[in-house]
């Protein structure tokens, strides 16, 4: 079922029952719509002691998921000026910056400078998950006031959906509780790794 029409019915009841939040995580948006519902959420719920952390889900491989226009796209490159901690994967680090993407051309310095790009529309901790290394999955970690570095973990099986929400959903959850960033993304690229080596 399509929740677009009851998003906004939760963020009034919400504000009434004067609820606060240490962090507001967001994921895969459906729809123009439901990007606006969640901007103003931020605006209504977002607090000094609110970390806003927002997983851009948009596309892989290259390309915008079927369901992502032009205008989505547009939509949440707004919507990611709001994050404190931003996650994209590399698809989604390109379109959020109008960067070519060309992975088999990319060296350090190009996912460094891609980092930084992103870094100016105002996020403090950056993770670039999931990019392809060889016989490793490379995360690109940017935090305000230290130099962009990696942190890889050894490939293991296929490239699995949802991986993505797991590693957001423990950067998050470590965020609200002031996790050291890096030991927070090695925490959720070996969590990833435990999970599809079960899976597989």
């Known amino acids: 079922e399509d929740y677009t029409a009851k998003m906004q019915e939760?963020?009034?009841k919400w504000k009434k029952l004067h609820l606060s939040f240490k962090g507001i995580l967001s994921g895969f948006l459906?729809?123009?719509?439901?990007?606006?519902?969640?901007?103003?959420?931020?605006?209504?719920?977002?607090?000094?002691?609110?970390?806003?952390i927002i997983d851009p889900v948009m596309g892989e491989n290259g390309k915008p998921y079927p369901t992502y226009t032009l205008e989505m796209c547009q939509e949440m490159k707004r919507l990611v000026q709001y994050a404190d901690v931003l996650t994209p994967n590399l698809t989604e680090a390109c379109i959020l910056t109008d960067t070519p993407y060309a992975p088999e051309t990319f060296t350090k310095k190009d996912y460094f400078a891609l980092i930084t790009k992103l870094?100016?529309?105002?996020?403090?901790?950056?993770?670039i998950t999931g990019i392809e290394m060889?016989?490793?999955?490379?995360?690109?970690?940017?935090?305000?006031?230290?130099?962009?570095?990696?942190?890889?973990?050894r490939r293991v099986g296929n490239v699995r959906s949802g991986t993505g929400?797991?590693?957001?959903?423990?950067?998050?959850?470590?965020?609200?509780?002031?996790?050291?960033?890096?030991?927070?993304?090695?925490?959720?690229?070996?969590?990833?790794?435990?999970?599809i080596a079960v899976t597989e």
């Open 119 to 127: 870094s100016e529309k105002g996020a403090k901790k950056i993770v």
């Open 165 to 195: 929400d797991i590693f957001s959903s423990i950067i998050a959850a470590d965020a609200v509780h002031n996790v050291d960033f890096d030991k927070s993304v090695r925490k959720a690229s070996r969590f990833v790794k435990e999970c």
């Open 10 to 12: 939760y963020n009034n």
């Open 30 to 52: 459906g729809s123009k719509e439901q990007i606006d519902i969640v901007r103003t959420f931020i605006e209504d719920f977002k607090t000094e002691d609110t970390l806003v």
């Open 134 to 153: 060889g016989d490793y999955i490379g995360n690109i970690v940017y935090e305000a006031g230290k130099k962009p570095h990696i942190i890889k973990e």
